[in-house]
């Protein structure tokens, strides 16, 4: 459904993505991880065709950029930093709703769930919103348009934690009609939710774990972590899976269960500026 190929992108002399290759497929449910910097963001816009880039991506066989209107149309998309429309909000919604064909009652159904009052709002400029008033406008337009693909950078952001867990109530209902794409520096957050972690660093992939039914109820996974530099509050993290390190503390082993597989990719996932390489290899019993 989702390819890209080859992608690469400078902002004037940096690096920002550096060969990216990725296929993903219908229904899967992907979790973009890495630290600020790694080239998540910009991953996306290029997929959402903002940005001119080197290399090739396409949605259905389709160029973003060439083709806007019909792929934009087919996605529900949660910006990380809410963009300062002066669109009063009635408008944005009547708008969004009309780009794809749906009834912008669905979005005011989603929204009142998520704890907003959009009656009391409509005739207010978008950009004069709260922060988390604009993220759960932002996010019942995304979902209230019934598209199949579901692209969200850090869309728990700015949210309450009675709005965050109906959030992720909302998407767990889409498990089986979306294919999603979430950046997020919590993976424990969407554990639930993916079928896919991949993780980026300096603008490249160095982590792509497709979970699995089978893996991830059946299997023991022997897990080797190697460190730039021992970290103390790291050591700390993996006390409870009985890891073992040495060479100063820097390289780390240990087995992890398969159910546990993304609950400790989260974990790991907060000290990404610090792991130099990480393998998960599945043993037999």
């Known amino acids: 459904m989702i390819q890209f190929t080859n992608v690469a992108k400078n902002f004037r002399r940096a690096r920002v993505l ?14 973009l991880i890495g630290s600020n910097g790694a080239g998540k963001t910009t991953l996306i816009r290029c997929l ?29 998309f949660v910006p990380q930093l809410p963009p300062p429309l002066k669109m009063p909000v009635g408008q944005l919604i009547e708008f969004s709703a009309a780009l794809c064909g749906t009834d912008p009652r669905h979005i005011h ?43 969200m950078d850090e869309p728990a952001a700015n949210l309450d934690p009675e ?15 979306a294919t999603m794409i979430i950046s997020s520096h919590r993976l424990d957050e969407v554990s639930s ?12 992939v160095v982590l792509d774990d497709k979970v699995t039914d089978a893996v991830s109820l059946t299997a023991v996974l022997n897990c080797r972590i190697v460190l730039q530099r021992f970290e103390p509050a790291f050591a700390k993290a993996l006390d409870g899976w ?39 290899a599945e043993t037999k019993a």
């Open 18 to 31: 550096d060969g990216i290759n990725l296929n993903i497929g219908l229904g899967e449910r992907v979790a």
């Open 48 to 76: 959402l065709g903002e940005y001119t880039f080197e290399g090739s991506v396409s949605i259905n066989g389709l160029d973003p950029r060439s083709n806007r209107t019909e792929v934009l149309g087919n996605i529900g």
């Open 109 to 151: 159904q989603i929204a009142k769930r998520l704890g907003l009052d959009l009656d009391s709002i409509l005739s207010r400029q978008f950009v004069r919103l709260s922060g988390g008033m604009k993220q759960k406008l932002l996010i019942a337009i995304a979902l209230g348009r019934n598209a199949t693909v579901l692209v």
């Open 163 to 177: 709005a965050r867990k109906i959030f992720f109530d909302l998407l767990a209902e889409r498990l089986d009609d």
């Open 193 to 204: 939710l993916v079928n896919r972690v991949i993780e980026m660093d300096t603008g490249k």
């Open 242 to 280: 009985k890891f073992t390190s040495r060479d100063d503390n820097r390289v780390w082993e240990g087995e992890i269960a398969g159910p546990d597989r993304l609950r400790f990719l989260g974990i790991v996932s907060r000290y990404t500026g610090l792991v130099s390489d990480l393998s998960l």
